[in-house]
């Protein structure tokens, strides 16, 4: 019997060899010829494909020093279904990568293409080839070698790829089939990671000048996996002190190399690169800060950094029926870890988060058909796990458990609903972002889905139930280090409604200090007798009798006035429906001023526009932030920061008190000046600012807010939160 591709089916009358047959295709098919195939099933609902990608033999050159790092893709119907890790620098590379791949019809072939690494441009293509489904053996492994091929040069020899391959017909309800592929250990090995990579950029020496005043504005990317790290630019020299300490993740089908480019900041037009290196970090020793000097390939100079590698295992994924903190043993082992008496131990490990994912109810139609793939995406920082994907369904049931080490405590859980697509990126469905410090331990609570700027509604609630364990020292230690950035953020863009936002936010604080220095002035102008009257006699009392210890003591008052006011039930932080609604049309407005730039290309042509433009928004938007997070830290936006500001306040005021004013600020300058020479990698930070960007500003008050459930939204609000 010949099948649809040309193959015939092994064991039929007057057909040849299977190895023959793929022979004419570029596969070769290694196996016992005198087996007996097992007869294949009618038509099974499902397919099971076994893959193990072995090694790779003599591929093709495509780096100046005569190798290639090269990666495999694996495609279906047009869908990339898996990626291999990267073998640095080697033409016979073994992976010994395996996946499980559930396919619904043999007539698609696997596409199979092999592509050369290249951090920072893009990458050679190095063969591809095909492997026709239809024409492999049921529930049998078979040894596979592909010979690679470029079809616009097919008499070019490209080398060749070994498999091992098992087809394995699964009959069965499909979503049953699916859910429990999702969750396989192949799955669960690409989302855990297994160290953390600590790297301290120090400084560039003797890099390459690209200006025509012989200088450079250098700046370098970082690379590990899809793991990404943009540093700050130096302008103008040649030999840039950067000081920047930021952490990878090691995961287990990870590679151990960390890219590094080095690129030149050209504002307007492309930026030019200044050179390369490579950490390899199976050479490091593990528990150990290594001081490396790297000169940079096609480039000239040196890099220095500090490398340090250190294991953990800080999460995990597991079903609800495997709970370590419903188990009295396991939660006490954690609540002692996390006591008070071990605060000084492992200062980076502050707690732990489990995350329960249970269900989620009256999501949105993604599909023709009305329903909806949906899968879930859990994210800490820079953690990211993800749940299997119910098929066809608009109130799934995950019922997934996630463990979460927990570096800061300040830190928001982003928990975002996707449906999964075949032919292209997964659908956004809905998302919540909840702070660490709003979570109430134990509680299954149901959450309204958001938008994706997080600024209103969407159709849909989620059922999480979520325990948080830390401890509240080392939480407060770690607030006055730098908050750990984001691997991957999205790209800036000019918004005319976010730039009049982001200054109205600017002008509030402003009229803040205007209506204070009026009010003040009044004072002065005896509009008011009785105001003025007691004004004079507070100013007299504390110019009397003022000291230095003082100032912190009444920047407690206002702490502890809005303290009693809470308490009293007079809540006077500020009420945030005027910051909503304004981020509510905000949103809107997005779409419209997309459709104007793209009718008018006014801001793709002119990118030193753009760049301005960017520039005075973020400006703005860092200027109120700061501004609105005072004033929060005042009035008890997070009680935790407002108690650990009342801990500085009162140390600072005792401090003042019993010790000379000389003695504080000889103690200050001597720690400033021997700072340099007691640690030369040491990387300068503010205490203060670092405290500051833990505090919400009104805009992430407003993110971070649960929305309240309406069990009976009316139709005009309903269309209004979803056009679609």
């Known amino acids: 019997m010949r099948l649809a591709n040309g193959f015939l089916a092994p064991g039929a009358p007057g057909s040849e060899p299977v190895g023959d047959s793929c022979q004419s295709k570029g596969i070769n098919i290694v196996g016992p010829s005198n087996a007996e195939p097992p007869p294949r099933p009618s038509s099974p609902a499902m397919y099971q494909l076994d893959i193990v990608l072995k090694k790779g033999n003599n591929l093709a050159i495509r780096d100046r020093t005569g190798t290639s790092d090269p990666y495999v893709k694996f495609k279906i119907a047009g869908k990339e279904v898996f990626r291999s890790k990267t073998i640095h620098k080697n033409l016979n590379p ?26 920072g441009l893009q990458d050679d293509f190095m063969g591809s080839a095909y492997l026709h489904l239809e024409s492999l053996e049921h529930q049998r492994s078979l040894d596979v070698t592909l010979d690679l091929k470029d079809p616009q040069c097919p008499e070019h020899n490209l080398g060749s790829l070994d498999l091992g391959v098992t087809l394995s017909p699964k009959e069965g309800d499909m979503k049953d089939a699916y859910q429990s592929m999702r969750l396989s250990d192949v799955h669960r090995k690409s989302q855990l990671w297994r160290g953390i990579v600590s790297i301290s950029l120090i400084e560039g ?21 899809h793991q990404k790290y943009k540093t700050k630019t130096i302008p103008k020299t040649l030999n840039p002190q950067w000081r920047e300490q930021f952490d990878f993740h090691l995961y287990e089908e990870q590679g151990g190399y960390v890219d590094i480019t080095v690129w030149d900041k050209d504002a307007g037009k492309k930026d030019d690169f200044m050179g390369r290196c490579t950490v390899d970090l199976t050479h490091l020793s593990k528990e150990q800060t290594h001081k490396l000097e ?3 390939e096609e480039g000239e100079g040196v890099l220095v950094l500090l490398v340090t ?38 200062l980076k490990d502050v707690g732990v988060v489990q995350v329960k994912v249970i269900r989620a109810e009256g999501l949105m139609a993604a599909d023709v058909t009305g329903k909806s793939d949906p899968f879930c995406v859990v994210e800490l920082s820079n953690d990211r796990l993800q749940t299997h994907t119910v098929y066809k369904n608009l109130n799934p049931e995950w019922n997934k458990v996630f463990t979460f080490n927990v570096k800061d405590i300040h830190s928001v859980l982003e928990v975002t609903v996707y449906d999964e697509d075949r032919d292209r990126s997964a659908d956004f469905l809905g998302k919540v972002a909840i702070p660490l410090l709003n979570i109430q331990n134990g509680e299954r609570k149901a959450y309204a889905l ?10 849909g609630v989620i059922f999480l139930e979520i325990d948080v364990i830390f401890n509240a020292v080392k939480a407060g230690l770690r607030t006055l280090i730098p908050i750990e950035q984001k691997y991957i953020e999205e790209e800036p863009r000019v918004s005319k409604q976010l730039l009049l936002h982001n200054f109205n936010r600017v002008r509030r604080c402003i009229m803040f200090l205007i209506n204070t220095g009026c009010f003040i002035n009044s004072c002065f102008e005896w509009d008011s007798p009785q105001r003025s009257i007691c004004a004079f006699v507070l100013f007299v009392i504390v110019v009397w009798n003022f000291e230095l210890y003082m100032i912190p003591l009444a920047l407690l008052l206002p702490l502890v006035w809005n303290y009693i006011l809470i308490a009293s039930g007079k809540d006077t932080r500020q009420d945030m429906q005027a ?20 009718r008018k290309g006014f801001m793709n042509k002119l990118y030193a526009i ?21 004033k929060n830290t005042f009035n008890w936006t997070v009680p935790f920061l407002s108690w650990l500001a009342i801990v500085a306040f009162g140390a600072a005021t005792i401090l003042i008190y019993y010790i000379p004013l000389r003695y504080i600020v000889l103690a200050w300058g001597v720690n400033k000046f021997t700072k340099k020479l007691r640690d030369p990698y040491t990387i300068d930070n503010n205490e203060l600012l670092d405290f500051l960007s833990r505090v919400p500003s009104d805009v992430q008050v407003v993110q971070y807010r649960e929305l309240k459930l309406d069990p009976n939204p009316s139709p005009n609000k309903k269309k209004k939160n979803n056009p679609g």
């Not at 990568?97 to 293409?113: E, F, G, M």
């Not at 419903?326 to 006591?339: G, T, V």
């Not at 909503?580 to 001023?593: G, H, N, Q, R, T």
Request: net charge negative; with cysteine; charged share 30%.
């Open 94 to 119: 073994v992976w010994d990568d395996r996946v499980s791949l559930l396919v619904d019809t043999l007539k698609d072939p696997l596409y199979v293409k092999v592509f050369d690494y290249d951090f």
């Open 205 to 225: 020496r003797s890099l390459q000048p690209m200006d025509a005043n012989g200088l450079s504005d250098p700046y370098i990317k970082f690379r590990m996996g």
């Open 294 to 296: 790297l000169p940079l």
């Open 309 to 346: 590698l250190t294991a953990s295992a800080a999460v995990s994924i597991s079903d609800l029926s495997v709970n370590m903190l419903d188990d009295p043993n396991e939660r006490h082992q954690i609540m002692q870890r996390y006591s008070l008496w071990r605060s000084f131990n492992s």
């Open 450 to 459: 958001k938008s994706k700027e997080l600024t209103g509604p969407t159709k």
């Open 579 to 598: 910051v909503e609604d304004l981020l509510e049309d905000e949103d809107e407005d997005f779409d419209k001023d997309d459709k104007d730039s793209e």
């Open 610 to 630: 753009q760049d301005v433009c960017i520039s005075v928004q973020n400006a703005l938007d860092e200027v109120a932030s700061y501004g609105e997070r005072i």
